[in-house]
């Protein structure tokens, strides 16, 4: 599966957007996605995931109840919505799939995902 992310942009604090993960060679619905981001100088972090196994969804402690993970089966893509955003969310944000986890605890590893995107940029300044 190949994945494409976009979405990204620049954003003023307290700013939504909503980033898309596309996908073409097979269907999302066989995958768990989750996303990441990494902010300059800093190493890549999960973000949020959706499992396609129970539907289950896990979020980042500094994310939760800000962004929204959600799968559009009909159109193969994966967003996350982002609300209230800060200037600490600045990053190049990443989609990337695996195969569905059995242990909660793991959501977050990358090691967990096979197939990753390119990223795409969240900058949130005024």
């Known amino acids: 599966v190949q994945l494409q992310a976009s979405g990204g942009g620049l954003v003023q604090p307290g700013g939504s957007l909503r980033l898309s993960c596309v996908a073409s060679g097979d269907t999302l619905d066989h995958y768990t996605v989750g996303w990441f981001r990494q902010a300059p100088g800093m190493e890549r972090e999960a973000v949020a995931c959706?499992?396609?196994?129970?539907?289950?969804?896990f979020y980042g402690y500094d994310v939760k109840g800000r962004f929204t993970i959600s799968r559009d089966n009909a159109k193969n893509t994966v967003y996350l919505q982002m609300i209230s955003l800060k200037p600490e969310d600045t990053a190049v944000y990443y989609c990337?799939?695996?195969?569905?986890?059995?242990?909660?605890?793991?959501?977050?590893?990358?090691?967990?995902?096979?197939?990753w995107g390119r990223g795409t940029l969240v900058t949130v300044s005024s």
């Open positions: 959706t499992r396609n196994s129970d539907g289950g969804t």
């Open positions: 990337a799939a695996g195969p569905p986890f059995y242990s909660d605890s793991v959501w977050g590893m990358e090691s967990e995902y096979e197939y």
